[in-house]
């Protein structure tokens, strides 16, 4: 068998015309002899929506909620109608989940009470619907879709808005569930993000849980591929909008992706597709806008690559804290006493610089920083700076090369320096500037090192047309 999992994100099933792209995306995959799983969120901004109802809710606003929820409803009924033409099955089950919701909210409204475990089930209720619109819609359009609830296949253990997948379970269940339907020639059609606790209760993934769920279902069936179908090309050289000529790079590994995943690059987060990596199992990137493009190719092991740099990512909006010892020199226990005042706050520190009397950390700039700053004062001197930007260039071939630091300071050499930072790694260098320069380092960089790009990595045919 040729099993593929093939996930489509929030844009890709966002209306009827998203959804009827992403049928002829799938029924192209069954053209060519594949047995696609498809995973789906729920329709784009839903869940989003669906938290806010419960929010407002929760402030004793009851109207308010079940305003969000009227119109939530309306969206689902309207693209169920547009897509499906015998669809009075499909919008009474959509009406029951909607009538099913608004009791939750106005219980919400009259309790003023909001547990992670209602949490959970309120937003559970975007991938219940879409996967159900979805499997109806691909019906409709001649593939044969079979609806799978998702809280069927995936078992977590009971922690509410971030469950924790328990593998054997889901292995088990997916395979008795999967395997006999894509036997039959059936394309089950599945919920991402959504799952259960073994009592039966729904619980989700986190946000953006559906690659996750994706990459567990690829791996309990030991699917060829995963393919991750969202909104761009896949993972750029740079940002396009700040570097016109970034390319699309074709193949990265998943040590790479995971540097590149905090600086935003919003594709997908590779924590996410680890079940996947694990079992050597090669995820995707698919733009469901452009379905030709063939995308980032996400693989254990980094292939070889002549440029050194893969990609360079930048993340904005960091404040810099600067430590400065001058009561006590560095002693036993001081750096703890610093990361102390961090975690107290429960603020992630990004990156790190010290010096016999000085330590120098960069943060998400945000509201904690005065009162962070004045614990940290208890210990030393202490001063913050907001305004930052942190620029990273990523590339499994950094990893000893003679030369690398010199090339990438003399590419900005105009640029005013306030941290760097080599990951014990080796595979990505990172600095922080002022975030007024980062576009133009970006753009010095990316001139620097992308002039002769391997073309066995990079998209350079897109640079000629
Ligand atoms: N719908 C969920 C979210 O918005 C999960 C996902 O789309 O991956 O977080
Ligand atoms: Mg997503």
């Known amino acids: 068998m040729s099993l593929l999992v093939m996930k489509f994100g929030g844009t ?17 995959r069954i053209a060519l002899g594949k047995q696609p799983v498809v995973v789906v969120s729920a329709m784009a901004k839903v869940t989003d929506q669906l938290l806010r109802a ?63 475990r209602i949490s959970d089930l309120i937003a559970s209720h975007g ?63 599945m919920g991402g993000f959504i799952a259960s606790n073994e009592d039966g209760l729904s619980t989700t993934l986190g946000r953006g849980g559906s690659d996750f769920s994706a990459a567990l279902v ?18 750029m050289s740079a940002d396009p909008r700040v570097c016109p000529d970034a390319l699309r790079v074709k193949i990265i590994s998943f040590e790479e992706a995971a540097e590149l995943a905090y600086f935003g690059a919003k594709v997908l987060h590779p924590a996410t597709i680890l079940p996947a990596v694990r079992k050597n199992i090669p995820v995707l990137v698919l733009n469901s806008r452009n379905p030709i493009c063939e995308g980032t190719r996400i693989t254990s092991l980094a292939p070889h690559c002549k440029s050194p740099i893969k990609s360079i990512a930048v993340k904005k909006k960091l404040s810099i804290i600067d430590v400065v010892a001058s009561r006590m020199l560095m002693t036993h226990g001081y750096m703890k006493s610093i990361f102390d005042v ?43 700076e907001g305004g930052k930007a942190l620029v990273c260039l990523v590339g499994d071939d950094i990893r000893g090369k003679n030369g690398m630091a010199a090339q990438i300071f003399n590419a900005i050499r105009h640029i005013n320096l306030r ?29 620097a090192f992308f002039q002769d790009p391997d073309p066995a990595i990079f998209d350079v045919e897109a640079r000629k047309q």
């Open 342 to 384: 961090f975690d107290k706050h429960h603020c992630p520190v990004d990156m790190v610089a010290t010096s016999e009397v000085s330590v120098s950390l960069t943060v998400d700039s945000n509201e904690k920083l005065p009162s962070i700053a004045a614990d940290l004062g208890q210990l030393a001197d202490v001063k913050y």
């Open 127 to 189: 991938e219940l619907l879409s996967s159900r619109i979805v499997a109806a819609a691909f019906r409709e359009m001649g593939i044969a879709a079979v609806h799978v609830d998702a809280r069927k296949i995936i078992i977590t253990d009971s922690q509410f808005q971030k469950a924790v997948p328990q593998d054997t379970l889901i292995e088990k269940s997916a395979r008795e569930k999967f395997l006999p339907l894509l036997a039959q020639g059936k394309v089950p059609v």
């Open 12 to 28: 890709s099933v966002e209306d009827p015309a998203a959804i009827r792209r992403t049928a002829a995306i799938v029924a192209g």
């Open 419 to 447: 941290m760097i930072s080599q990951g014990a790694n080796e595979i990505n260098l990172s600095f922080m500037i002022d975030e007024d320069d980062a576009d133009e380092a970006v753009r010095s960089l990316h001139a």
């Open 54 to 116: 419960a929010a407002t809710a929760v402030q004793g606003d009851r109207i308010g909620a079940l305003a969000i929820s009227s119109r939530l409803r309306s969206r689902h009924r309207d693209t169920a109608a547009a897509l499906v033409k015998d669809s009075s099955a499909l919008i009474n089950r959509i009406d029951q989940k909607f009538d099913s919701l608004d009791e939750i909210l106005r219980g919400l409204a009259a309790l003023l009470e909001l547990t992670p």
């Open 218 to 235: 690829g791996g309990a069936i030991q699917a060829e591929a995963i393919e991750i179908w969202t909104d761009v090309d896949g993972i």
